[in-house]
């Protein structure tokens, strides 16, 4: 679904007729809602938004910027999972992917204070661990040689600019039709004279709500399709 598709069924939710709405109101009420559900599937579906990328990590680097031309070249909402490989192919039998441990937020990655630190063990064993923050993806402690990584991220979402701009960045789009939704939301509450906290409050839970019945029909047990009911 492109973003005039999605203006023009937010329009017929609310049944406007004629242009109540001006242009750039319904386009940033568009954008709005198509962020609003990227950032929940970034976190409770991510495997409807992520992206698989592989790049080569230089040798002594401390940390790099992933956004950059010279690695992803996207920008990156949330990096889900970093593994290293032997070389820069897929993954197969002989290239085998070592997924590495993560820091916390708040870990700073110091290196071993002394020989018998068990930290340091345990980096000889399974690799460094990672840790991405404000573009910069650190690897602690950084390799002595360069490493091909696999990435598991959400890049950041496209804006909808054009009128045939895709929605969600042109992914998960069994979810294209709960933007619709979303947005519909927004600019009724906003006409009922809601505080912008309370519409998006408002949009929220009817979201939350939809991915609790996806969750639920594409769990282990039942392997269920979601399908947007709107």
Not at 177 to 186: G, K, W, Y
């Amino acid at each position: 679904m492109t973003k005039d598709e999605l203006i023009s069924l937010a329009k017929d939710y609310l049944d406007e007729r004629g242009d109540f709405w001006p242009t750039a109101s319904l386009t940033r009420f568009a954008n709005q809602a198509n962020r609003i559900v990227w950032n929940r599937l970034a976190y409770h579906d991510a495997g409807s938004v992520q992206s698989v990328s592989r790049i080569t990590y230089p040798a002594d680097s401390e940390s790099i910027d992933l956004t950059s031309a010279s690695y992803l070249n996207v920008g990156v909402h949330r990096v889900l999972n970093v593994g290293t490989l032997v070389s820069d192919a897929p993954v197969t039998s002989s290239n085998r992917l070592r997924v590495l441990s993560s820091l916390s937020r708040g870990d700073d990655g110091s290196y071993a204070a002394t020989p018998n630190d068990p930290l340091d063990g345990v980096s000889q064993q399974h690799g460094p661990r990672w840790k991405y923050h404000n573009k910069q993806l650190y690897l602690v402690p950084p390799p002595t040689k360069a490493t091909v990584l696999r990435l598991v991220y959400v890049p950041s979402l496209t804006t909808l600019s054009s009128g045939s701009t895709s929605l969600l960045s042109g992914t998960a789009e069994k979810y294209h039709d709960l933007v619709v939704s979303v947005m519909a939301t927004l600019m009724q509450s906003k006409e009922r004279g809601a505080a912008g906290s309370e519409a998006t409050r408002a949009a929220t839970a009817l979201i939350d709500a939809e991915l609790k019945i996806a969750h639920m029909g594409e769990s282990d047990g039942m392997q269920v399709e979601y399908s947007s009911p709107y």
